[in-house]
């Protein structure tokens, strides 16, 4: 049985004493709750990951980072390595995001290798996707989704799966308020599977948790959570508010 994730990405948000106060939020709001084959993501910024790690210790909540640099070590002013990651115990990270490609240019090339470097590590990645508002209105999504995951994955090996969770997350969602509908994230999301079981196999893809990222909140999560092939979600601005963060765990 495929895993229910629901990952908080907090950007570049939150200062050492306002990530150890969500911490405390979310662990007293989520306290009650069964979780059952569900698991409780947060990613802090980078600074703060030791502390978010202490501070979440004793509970549900896993602690990620939201990015990570292919190369082991070496002369890269301001980068962040696995072996560094590895070494304050995080297990997970974010791959891929929307913002990661738009504003640091991370190519569909750069992406493949740094998937490379997560896996060789023993680490986990959320890898990231999802096409830009003029390629869903030119009728080009699937087609940009597929190539994205073609250029980023398929050099990986089926086993490489147990490693990896999608999280698809249509750009002109993303902070904007619009979301997709549940519709159009099922429809995407099937698409992924089947893309996904051509190449690697229909176990590979029945066990692969694929998110879905974009504007969730609690008034609509349970809706796009109920969909088939929606396994969670990945949420930005609503995993701010250990309330609401709490609500979309609870709609899982
Ligand atoms: P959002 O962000 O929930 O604020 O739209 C989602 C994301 O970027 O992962």
Redesign the pocket.
């Known amino acids: 049985m495929r895993q229910k994730i629901v990952a908080g990405?907090w950007?570049m948000n939150n200062d050492k004493a306002e990530t150890k106060a969500l911490i405390k939020g979310i662990k007293k709001a989520i306290k009650k709750l069964s979780l059952k084959n569900t698991r409780v993501i947060i990613s802090p910024s980078y600074i703060n990951l030791s502390a978010a790690i202490k501070k979440a210790d004793n509970s549900k909540i896993e602690v990620a980072a939201q990015n990570m640099h292919q190369a082991k070590n070496g002369a890269y002013t301001g980068e962040i390595s696995a072996d560094m990651l590895k070494s304050i115990n995080i297990e997970t990270v974010i791959i891929g995001?929307?913002?990661r490609r738009e504003y640091f240019n991370e190519t569909d090339s750069i992406l493949a290798e740094k998937m490379d470097a997560v896996l060789a590590n023993g680490l986990e990645a959320i890898f990231?996707f999802g096409e830009k508002l003029e390629e869903r209105k030119s009728d080009n999504h699937f087609a940009v989704v597929e190539s994205q995951l073609k250029n980023a994955l398929f050099h990986l090996e089926a086993a490489n799966f147990k490693n990896i969770v999608l999280a698809y997350?249509p750009v002109w969602?993303?902070?904007?308020g619009e979301t997709a509908s549940p519709e159009q994230a099922q429809e995407m999301h099937a698409f992924v599977r089947e893309t996904i079981s051509k190449k690697f196999g229909k176990e590979v893809a029945d066990n692969v948790s694929i998110l879905y990222?974009?504007?969730?909140k609690p008034a609509n999560a349970e809706e796009i959570f109920s969909k088939p092939d929606v396994d969670g979600g990945?949420?930005?601005?609503?995993s701010l508010k250990a309330e609401d963060f709490a609500a979309i765990i609870k709609a899982i």
Request: proline share 0%; aromatic share 0%.
């Open positions: 990405n950007k995001h929307s913002e990231c997350e969602a993303i902070g904007t990222g974009g504007s969730v990945l949420i930005g601005g609503a």
